[in-house]
């Protein structure tokens, strides 16, 4: 009988350099000169962003966010440890990255085998090296689950979800930082290079009309124009749909699997409303309220509207969790909701367990 674990974690990159560049992305932010001046000034901030901020850019506050992040993954690794799973499946978000201008897949099952990946890619081409001081193009090796990827897609298309999937990532493209960083930073002691079970990787469209529009999502205010907009991404109840259809297709079969959604949730640079310069704490919480309480019924109900309007494109990753959890009926365990205005993005650490399902 199968057996499943249930964890959700942020991929957030920045958490891969030092405190001193945390707070880059606000930092970038702050030049856009489609920003109102009153909106960057620090007199017109909330309490906590002016706290984090601080008289040094957020050098000290980076350092107690990463203790956060840091015990937050501690715990969720401890917990994979003790399943000692067969694979590890993670949804994770492409961002420009594996997927561009020649097509755009809502969902793809990555049948990869062995794969070596840069894990410092993303932020090096940003010119911030890495916080453990190795060398730019270090690389770890990515254990795949090729076969079991293969099956799995096979059996979501014969229960009507219509993914695609990828035998090899694009030639010259980055490996998806939402797979790279799961093993980077649950691994993080050794960035990445000892972490010994294979990942199994489903990447979800969660940039949706801001994919290629935004490559990704950074963009001045003055690039943004409703005339480039790409077609949207699956909506957050089709996502809640996927993760019951892997969850119903894993469960036929007789594997230790670790459910895992990757991301961080509302995104500063991609709350338009607030100026790119904080996350929408107010939607996170209402959705993490429902969250701890199993309503999933509030989940299903957002719309696609509400999750971009808030900046949560990359939360599309936890309702594939959700709907995972639901259909297996795994009960949550422990979760912490970590808040930021200055670090880009509110996190949240999960833990289902349950034993046989």
């Given at each position: 009988?199968?057996?499943?674990?249930?964890?959700?974690?942020?991929?957030?990159?920045?958490?891969?350099?030092?405190?001193?560049?945390?707070?880059?992305?606000?930092?970038?932010?702050?030049?856009?000169?489609?920003?109102?001046?009153?909106?960057?000034?620090?007199?017109?901030?909330?309490?906590?962003?002016?706290?984090g901020w601080a008289g040094d850019g957020g050098t000290a506050a980076a350092a107690g966010h990463r203790k956060e992040l840091r015990a937050g993954l501690a715990r969720t690794r401890e917990a994979l440890d003790e399943f000692q799973p067969d694979v590890v499946l993670v949804w994770g978000d492409d961002q420009y990255e594996n997927f561009r201008e020649e097509v755009v897949p809502p969902f793809c099952v990555l049948a990869y085998g062995e794969t070596r990946v840069q894990?410092?890619?993303?932020?090096?081409?940003?010119?911030?090296?890495?916080?453990?001081?190795?060398?730019?193009?270090?690389?770890?090796?990515?254990?795949?689950?090729?076969?079991?990827?293969?099956?799995?897609?096979?059996?979501?298309?014969?229960?009507?979800?219509?993914?695609?999937?990828?035998?090899?990532?694009?030639?010259?493209?980055?490996?998806?930082?939402?797979?790279?960083?799961?093993?980077?930073?649950?691994?993080?002691?050794?960035?990445?290079?000892?972490?010994?079970?294979?990942?199994?990787?489903?990447?979800?469209?969660?940039?949706?009309?801001?994919?290629?529009?935004?490559?990704?999502?950074?963009?001045?205010?003055?690039?943004?124009?409703?005339?480039?907009?790409?077609?949207?991404?699956?909506?957050?109840?089709?996502?809640?749909?996927?993760?019951?259809?892997?969850?119903?297709?894993?469960?036929?079969?007789?594997?230790?699997?670790?459910?895992?959604?990757?991301?961080?949730?509302?995104?500063?640079?991609?709350?338009?409303?607030?100026?790119?310069?904080?996350?929408?704490?107010?939607?996170?919480?209402?959705?993490?309220?429902?969250?701890?309480?199993?309503?999933?019924?509030?989940?299903?109900?957002?719309?696609?509207?509400?999750?971009?309007?808030?900046?949560?494109?990359?939360?599309?990753?936890?309702?594939?969790?959700?709907?995972?959890?639901?259909?297996?009926?795994?009960?949550?365990?422990?979760?912490?909701?970590?808040?930021?205005?200055?670090?880009?993005?509110?996190?949240?650490?999960?833990?289902?367990?349950?034993?046989?399902?």
């Amino acid at each position: 009988m199968a057996e499943f674990l249930g964890l959700g974690l942020t991929h957030y990159p920045l958490l891969s350099v030092a405190d001193d560049r945390m707070a880059d992305l606000l930092r970038w932010t702050l030049t856009d000169p489609g920003i109102p001046e009153r909106e960057k000034d620090p007199a017109s901030w909330p309490e906590l962003m002016r706290r984090g901020w601080a008289g040094d850019g957020g050098t000290a506050a980076a350092a107690g966010h990463r203790k956060e992040l840091r015990a937050g993954l501690a715990r969720t690794r401890e917990a994979l440890d003790e399943f000692q799973p067969d694979v590890v499946l993670v949804w994770g978000d492409d961002q420009y990255e594996n997927f561009r201008e020649e097509v755009v897949p809502p969902f793809c099952v990555l049948a990869y085998g062995e794969t070596r990946v840069q894990p410092f890619e993303v932020m090096n081409e940003r010119g911030a090296p890495n916080v453990w001081g190795l060398p730019d193009d270090m690389a770890f090796t990515l254990h795949g689950d090729a076969d079991g990827a293969r099956r799995l897609a096979n059996d979501l298309l014969g229960d009507g979800f219509d993914v695609a999937y990828s035998y090899q990532k694009r030639e010259n493209g980055h490996f998806p930082h939402a797979i790279a960083n799961t093993q980077l930073f649950l691994d993080y002691d050794n960035a990445g290079r000892e972490f010994p079970y294979k990942i199994l990787p489903i990447t979800v469209n969660c940039y949706g009309q801001h994919a290629i529009a935004r490559r990704g999502g950074l963009a001045r205010f003055a690039d943004i124009t409703d005339e480039r907009l790409d077609p949207v991404g699956p909506s957050p109840a089709r996502c809640f749909a996927l993760g019951a259809s892997v969850a119903r297709a894993l469960r036929a079969g007789d594997r230790r699997v670790a459910l895992v959604a990757s991301s961080s949730w509302s995104h500063a640079f991609l709350n338009d409303k607030d100026w790119h310069l904080r996350p929408d704490t107010p939607a996170d919480r209402r959705l993490y309220d429902a969250f701890t309480r199993r309503d999933w019924d509030v989940w299903t109900a957002t719309t696609g509207k509400e999750v971009v309007d808030a900046g949560q494109h990359e939360m599309l990753n936890w309702f594939c969790l959700a709907g995972a959890m639901h259909e297996l009926d795994l009960p949550l365990s422990w979760s912490e909701f970590l808040t930021t205005d200055v670090f880009n993005s509110n996190k949240c650490f999960a833990i289902f367990n349950g034993g046989d399902a």
